[in-house]
């Protein structure tokens, strides 16, 4: 593939997600049970933040706050990163470096469609 590649032909779909109102326990288990690094957080049936496995970490565990009573709400971050399908991975590379962040939200016809990661990104292009 190379850098002219759709996002669409190397996303994952479907993202996998979690509701805001879920506990952070259930969020971890569901992000290990599927092997991703970072969960997309719906509310209101609108994708509003993505929960990675380093915000767990930062906020979580160093200050010790119990995951069965925090809400994913509390931890995401937000707004969520988006990128349209029809984009390339070149564009998806620049936003992930101008905004650095290592994941975006895909979306086709406004609509969440998939999730994209830098390492997928770097691993098409080998």
């Given at each position: 593939?190379?850098?002219?590649a759709?996002?669409e032909?190397v996303?994952?779909?479907?993202?996998?997600?979690?509701?805001?109102?879920?506990?952070?326990?259930?969020?971890?288990?569901?992000?290990?049970?599927?092997?991703?690094?970072?969960?997309?957080?719906i509310?209101?049936g609108?994708?509003?933040?993505?929960?990675?496995?380093r915000?767990?970490?930062?906020?979580?565990?160093?200050?010790?706050?119990?995951p069965?009573?925090?809400?994913?709400?509390?931890?995401?971050?937000?707004?969520?990163?988006?990128?349209?399908?029809?984009?390339?991975?070149?564009?998806a590379?620049?936003i992930?470096?101008?905004?650095?962040?290592?994941?975006?939200?895909?979306?086709?016809?406004?609509?969440?469609?998939g999730?994209?990661?830098?390492?997928?990104?770097?691993?098409?292009?080998?």
């Amino acid at each position: 593939m190379d850098l002219n590649a759709s996002v669409e032909s190397v996303m994952r779909s479907p993202p996998v997600t979690a509701l805001f109102s879920d506990s952070v326990s259930y969020v971890t288990e569901k992000m290990v049970s599927n092997n991703i690094g970072a969960i997309i957080i719906i509310s209101g049936g609108i994708p509003s933040g993505i929960i990675t496995e380093r915000d767990i970490i930062e906020k979580i565990v160093r200050p010790r706050r119990d995951p069965d009573k925090t809400r994913a709400t509390e931890i995401m971050s937000s707004p969520l990163l988006t990128i349209d399908a029809k984009k390339t991975v070149a564009d998806a590379l620049k936003i992930m470096r101008d905004k650095k962040v290592r994941r975006l939200a895909v979306t086709r016809n406004g609509r969440l469609a998939g999730i994209v990661t830098e390492r997928r990104l770097l691993d098409s292009l080998i």
